[in-house]
């Protein structure tokens, strides 16, 4: 019998060994193409859409300007969860819930002063179990609401009411930014020696629970509301503070380019690549506070320069997170500095904007200074931004949110509706004129087919808040008929002459009234249709019209 060869091995192992070595193969060629493209890949702007795409959205348009839909207005704190570190953040209260209020009761329950069933003959706002029930009640009837904290229960009205007053966020803001309420409620009693509350009344109805100020003059005692002022904003134009101090920063500064009096989206992606750049090359950015509001936001339908930056977005936590200071503050310094001495302040001119950052990244100047003077759109601040820098500079949209003051608007319409109310957003104005773009709008946003489609979307009877551009305002009647229709002019009292917003805005206009104009109106109405339960859009629900024209969907 002839032996076996120890040479040979069986076909079957020599099969196995070579599909384990292809297999290995391909594990190893795939974690080296992960690999590099874990290296090389940079992610996108948050926006609504890619870096590249935005670039040729500028750039295929005439005079390469930003002309999408300004019928929505979304910043920061709109597109990415805010994420502040804690050495920048405001301290913020740990939100109330369910927990933290048992906790609270058996501290109440335990302590030795706790009170008999019989102090339960007549309503107590002082008792701590009154402010427990209110608490409990929010919970229960906002449930979008954060609540972070409570000041004490005031008599109201009657002997059975109690007025409040608390700090919440709504849980549809990515940001920490705080809000107050106030309101009445009348308590009666449960069972086991407990408060519960009979009813309540709606937004800052517990008008006793507002702070109060001792009325100055003609030795009079007595008590006044407050001036109407938000007491968490702080936008306040920082100093740059010593001469010393001045020379030893390091400035980024921008001249005016042809973005002034471009859309407002145009200008927050230009102004972001600026600052963006200053980040990048750890300079702070001179700002220039002077909007030009484009004529797209205007009755007049024309440019109108002078709009302060604070009127739109949130300068306060702008400087809280990026380092700024505004040009007037930057050039009274600059002058003072050379006036005063022999050596002049380092300075480089930058004219064009093919000079890269990577370029000045190791330039030593005190001031970098961007000119740009090139005809459009050559003079674009956004074109630094462009090719080999968009791998660099990463615009940063969390630094951009909008006016806290707008905001304070949103939350009184939307604690007005008891946060409890669905949104419809109807796009009409230029483009339901353009019939050859937009061949169906017109008829597909009409007053019948707008209720004919919204009664298969949402429950009769409801709060229904319309976000719209159509100017005229009995436009949505017909819809009455099945819901509470709200409208944005609905609430003009919020930024009328007797507001919070009209005396602060007119602090920061030198006392001179500010128009309400077209960009806050937009800010406003999407906003307030984020918050929304049930939102309808336009050219998602209510037409098959493309959003940006004829096939373009």
């Known amino acids: 019998m002839k ?158 009411e109690c007025d409040v007053t608390w700090r919440f966020r709504n849980k549809k803001e990515k940001s920490w930014r705080k809000y107050r309420d106030f309101r ?86 230009s102004f972001l690549c600026g600052l963006g750049e200053a980040m990048f090359l750890n300079r702070t950015f001179v700002m220039d506070f002077s909007v030009c509001l484009a004529a797209t936001y205007n009755p007049s339908n024309k440019d109108e320069e002078g709009k302060d930056f604070r009127y739109y977005f949130d300068f306060e936590h702008l400087k809280e997170v990026a380092s700024v200071v505004e040009e007037g503050e930057f050039l009274r310094d600059w002058k003072k500095w050379d006036r005063s001495h022999k050596r002049k302040v380092p300075l480089r001119k930058v004219v064009t904007h093919k000079v890269t950052p990577m370029q000045l990244k190791k330039d030593r100047s005190t001031i970098i200074w961007r000119q740009f003077d090139a005809p459009e759109p050559e003079n674009y601040w956004y074109r630094v931004c462009e090719g080999q820098a968009s791998k660099y500079i990463q615009r940063p949209w969390h630094a951009l949110w909008k006016s806290k003051r707008l905001m304070n608007i949103v939350t009184e319409i939307s604690g007005q509706m008891d946060w409890d109310f669905d949104a419809v957003h109807v796009v009409r104005g230029e483009k339901a004129q353009n019939k050859e773009l937009w061949p169906h709008l017109d008829y597909d946003t009409s007053p019948d087919m707008l209720l004919q489609k919204l009664k298969g979307i949402i429950q009769p009877w409801r709060h229904l808040y319309v976000a719209t551009n159509e100017p005229f305002y009995n436009y949505f009647d017909k819809l009455r008929s099945q819901y509470k229709v709200h409208l944005l002019d609905d609430y003009k009292a919020l930024w009328g002459n007797t507001s919070e917003w009209y005396n602060e805005t007119m602090q920061l206009n030198n006392n001179r009234p500010v128009e309400f104009d077209g960009y806050m109106r937009v800010a406003v109405d999407t906003e307030v249709l984020y918050r929304a339960k049930t939102k309808v859009e336009t050219f998602y629900n209510l037409t098959k019209d493309c959003k940006d024209g004829v096939n373009t969907c």
């Open 3 to 160: 032996e076996p060869n120890p040479g040979t091995e069986p076909i079957g192992q020599n099969l196995i060994k070579l599909i384990s070595n292809l297999c290995f193969s391909v594990f190893v060629f795939s974690v080296l193409i992960f690999t590099a493209i874990a290296i090389t890949y940079q992610p996108p702007d948050p926006w609504l859409e890619s870096a590249p795409a935005l670039t040729k959205l500028f750039t295929q348009n005439e005079n390469a300007t930003f002309k999408n839909d300004d019928s929505v207005l979304k910043t920061g704190e709109d597109l990415v969860p805010v994420v502040v570190a804690p050495a920048i953040a405001p301290s913020v209260a740990d939100p109330i819930t369910e927990v933290t209020i048992e906790k609270t009761e058996a501290l109440i329950n335990d302590s030795s002063a706790q009170s008999s069933c019989e102090d339960l003959e007549k309503v107590n706002c002082s008792d701590p179990r009154a402010l427990i029930a209110i608490e409990r009640f929010n919970l229960r009837v906002f449930k979008s609401i954060v609540f972070l904290e409570y000041q004490s229960p005031v008599n109201g009205s009657k002997p059975d």
């Open 184 to 269: 009445r409620f009348r308590l009666g009693f449960g069972e086991n020696c407990t408060y519960k509350v009979v009813h309540a009344d709606g937004w800052h109805s517990g008008v006793n629970a507002r702070r109060f100020r001792a009325r100055a003059g003609n030795g009079t005692r007595g008590k006044l509301a407050p001036p109407a002022r938000d007491e968490q904003i702080n936008d306040t134009i920082p100093t740059l503070g010593s001469e010393a101090s001045f020379r030893k920063g390091r400035y980024l500064y921008y001249s005016r380019g042809g973005d002034y009096c471009k859309g407002m989206n145009h200008y927050m992606w």
